[in-house]
């Protein structure tokens, strides 16, 4: 085998933040390895740079890949690579038309050896796969690396800013791509109020500006004394993460980057399942409202969602008080008044 590798990896930046584990077992296993990257170009940002990657091949089947010839063109452009081994992580079977002589699909792995995916976090199911496959891993490790023109962004936005680098601060997303997931805005700016009056830690909204009009509404809402990231890009936010204190927000693909980063981190959780997608290293760090709500947790498990409306706080993240918010932050920080 020639270790020219083919990783077809997933559409999401978060879940994309977990295909990632396998580049660097991949190429400790395969010597010399060449591993190029399958993904949305929504994600390509978050493969640019990694370490172990050599290639990113973007798929946008809504766009430049749409229909049957664009399918042919990306398999025409893949097929000229001559890939000896396919890691196929999500549900595909592009990878059957590549002329690839060796494959493993993870999905094929799960129904296989019952993975249980419903009560295991997918980085243990990746490490699970690759054992499998005989390829030894140690611990889990992420190496994101940006560039020097995102780390003297970070420095100038906090230098607009008036945020020292002594200073504390927490990066914060109010808003994920699906509504129900979402903390209240009038309980961020409860929160950015306190923290501020206490300690004097400020708050940074790294949420992006919406077109959709119930988002860009609630956007506006957002207290002034939470600084706007907004306009930042993915790497950018990233950056601003990495110097950080803390990060806060709910089930997204921030606060799993947060964790694999290495920054502390609070997650918000309400509808999806805490045992299933937790931040991997911020596992103790989840915090769920103190009642308990029989709908909980709907998502994955396919119970009726009660407030499955467009554009509505899910109760369960209403039920999420501020002061245990705030209690949560201060063991973090360790702050004292």
């Known amino acids: 085998m020639d270790n020219n590798i083919l990783i077809i990896g997933r559409s999401n930046i978060g879940d994309v933040c977990y295909d990632l584990l396998l580049v660097k077992a991949l190429r400790e296993h395969f010597l010399n390895a060449k591993i190029s990257f399958l993904t949305s170009s929504h994600s390509a940002n978050i493969v640019d740079g990694y370490p172990g990657v050599s290639r990113i091949v973007t798929f946008d089947k809504h766009l430049?890949?749409?229909?049957?010839?664009?399918?042919?063109?990306?398999?025409?452009?893949?097929?000229?690579?001559?890939?000896?081994?396919a890691i196929v992580l999500r549900s595909t079977l592009m990878h059957k038309f590549l002329n690839i002589p060796v494959s493993?699909?993870?999905?094929?792995?799960?129904?296989?050896?019952?993975?249980?995916?419903?009560?295991?976090?997918?980085?243990?199911a990746y490490l699970q796969f690759l054992k499998?496959?005989?390829?030894?891993?140690?611990?889990?490790?992420?190496?994101?690396?940006?560039?020097?023109?995102?780390?003297?962004?970070?420095?100038?936005f906090l230098k607009k800013h008036k945020i020292n680098s002594t200073d504390k601060f927490i990066t914060i997303l109010p808003f994920s791509a699906w509504s129900l997931k979402n903390w209240p805005v009038a309980k961020w700016n409860e929160l950015a109020g306190k923290l501020n009056k206490k300690y004097q830690i400020r708050l940074i909204n790294l949420s992006k500006k919406s077109s959709n009009y119930p988002?860009?509404?609630?956007?506006?809402?957002i207290s002034q004394d939470i600084v706007s990231g907004e306009e930042t890009t993915l790497k950018q936010a990233m950056a601003l993460i990495k110097r950080s204190s803390l990060f806060i927000g709910p089930d997204s693909s921030l606060l799993h980057l947060s964790s694999c980063l290495g920054v502390e981190t609070i997650g918000l959780y309400g509808p999806t399942s805490i045992e299933r997608f937790y931040p991997y290293f911020h596992r103790k760090d989840v915090m769920t409202a103190r009642k308990k709500r029989d709908c909980v947790f709907c998502y994955p498990y396919g119970k009726k969602r009660l407030c499955d409306k467009e554009f509505v706080y899910g109760a369960c993240m209403e039920d999420i008080e501020v002061d245990d918010v705030v209690e949560k932050v201060e063991k973090k920080l360790g702050t004292t008044e």
Not at 69 to 76: A, D, K, Q, V
Request: glycine share 4%.
């Open 64 to 85: 430049k890949d749409k229909g049957l010839s664009g399918r042919m063109r990306l398999m025409s452009l893949l097929n000229k690579q001559k890939f000896s081994l």
């Open 215 to 221: 988002a860009c509404n609630l956007s506006k809402q």
């Open 132 to 156: 499998i496959n005989n390829v030894s891993v140690g611990q889990p490790l992420f190496n994101f690396r940006l560039a020097c023109e995102e780390d003297d962004f970070s420095k100038t």
């Open 104 to 124: 493993w699909s993870f999905q094929d792995c799960c129904r296989k050896y019952k993975l249980a995916l419903k009560k295991n976090h997918i980085v243990d």
